[in-house]
C-alpha cells in the first residue's frame, strides 16, 4: 500500500508563513495533490505537482522532490480563513488517489 | 457548486439498517470515486466506477456495495449498520478533461447511525 505522511496539527500566526511537508512512498508514483478542507466540508483542489520543482499560485506554492518522495505546500501572508486541513495526496495507476491523514492548520490571530 | 451532487446530505438511523447514498457526478466525467472520512480522520478510499465498471477497491466493508448506472450516477450501499460507520461519505469525480487529473468533490453525506 502507499503510506502518505504528513504532521497532524500546525499554529501559525497572521501574516507568516507555513509549511506542511509530507513524504510518500515512490513506487507507483504518477503525481503529488494538495487539497484544503474546512471543518465538515469538501476537500478542495490547491495544487498539483508531477515534475520536481516549486508550483506557485498566489499566496500557495507546492513543491515536489520526486527521488526523495517529498512534497511540502507552502503557505504565505496567513489570513483566519486559511485555518483549515490541508491534505496530501499521492495519484497512482487509474487515477486512484490515497490521502494522508491532513494537517490541521490554526491560524491565531 | 462544485457539480457534484451528493443526496442526502444528512442521514440519522438506527444499527442494523440498510441507507443508500447517491451521486451525480460533474457532467461529462466517467469516473466516480467513494471515501469515508471518520471524526478527525483523513479520507480512506472505498471504491472507484469508471463507465460503470468497478475499477479499485480500497478498504470496502462486505457490508458495503456500490455500483455506476448507465447515466453515470452512483449509488452507496450501506447494510447492517453499526455505531463505527457514522461518518461523513464523500463522492468525486474526474474526466481528465482539466487535464490534472484532479477529483471534483461532492459536499458529501453525514450519516449517524444510533
Known amino acids: 500500500g502507499q503510506n502518505i505522511d504528513q504532521p497532524t496539527e500546525m499554529t501559525a500566526t497572521e501574516g507568516a508563513i507555513v509549511q506542511i511537508n509530507c513524504t510518500y512512498q515512490?513506487?507507483?508514483?504518477?503525481?503529488l495533490f494538495w487539497y484544503q478542507q474546512h471543518a465538515g466540508e469538501a476537500p478542495t483542489f490547491l495544487s498539483y505537482?508531477?515534475?520536481?520543482g516549486l508550483e506557485e499560485k498566489g499566496r500557495f506554492s507546492s513543491f515536489l522532490s520526486r527521488s526523495k518522495g517529498y512534497s511540502y505546500l507552502l503557505l504565505k501572508e496567513l489570513q483566519m480563513k486559511d485555518s483549515a486541513s490541508y491534505l496530501c495526496?499521492?495519484?497512482?495507476?487509474?487515477?486512484?488517489?490515497?490521502f494522508g491523514g491532513g494537517t490541521r492548520v490554526l491560524v491565531k490571530p | 457548486d462544485s457539480g457534484v451532487t451528493q443526496t442526502p446530505k444528512h442521514l440519522i438511523t438506527a444499527t442494523g439498517q440498510r441507507v443508500t447514498l447517491r451521486c451525480s457526478p460533474r457532467?461529462?466525467?466517467?469516473?466516480v470515486y467513494w471515501y469515508q472520512q471518520s471524526l478527525d480522520q483523513g479520507l480512506q478510499f472505498l471504491i472507484q466506477?469508471?463507465?460503470?465498471?468497478?475499477?479499485a477497491k480500497g478498504n470496502i466493508l462486505e457490508r458495503f456495495s456500490a455500483q455506476q448506472f448507465p447515466d453515470l450516477h452512483s449509488e452507496l450501499n450501506l447494510s447492517s449498520l453499526e455505531l463505527g460507520d457514522s461518518a461523513l461519505y464523500f463522492c468525486?469525480?474526474?474526466?481528465?478533461?482539466?487535464?490534472?487529473?484532479?477529483?471534483?468533490f461532492g459536499s458529501g453525506t453525514r450519516l449517524t447511525v444510533v
Open positions: 505537482n508531477v515534475l520536481d
Open positions: 466506477y469508471y463507465n460503470g465498471e468497478e475499477r
Open positions: 515512490t513506487s507507483g508514483f504518477n503525481g
Open positions: 495526496a499521492e495519484r497512482a495507476a487509474g487515477n486512484k488517489l490515497t
Open positions: 457532467s461529462g466525467d466517467l469516473s
Open positions: 468525486a469525480s474526474s474526466g481528465g478533461r482539466d487535464g490534472t487529473f484532479g477529483y471534483t
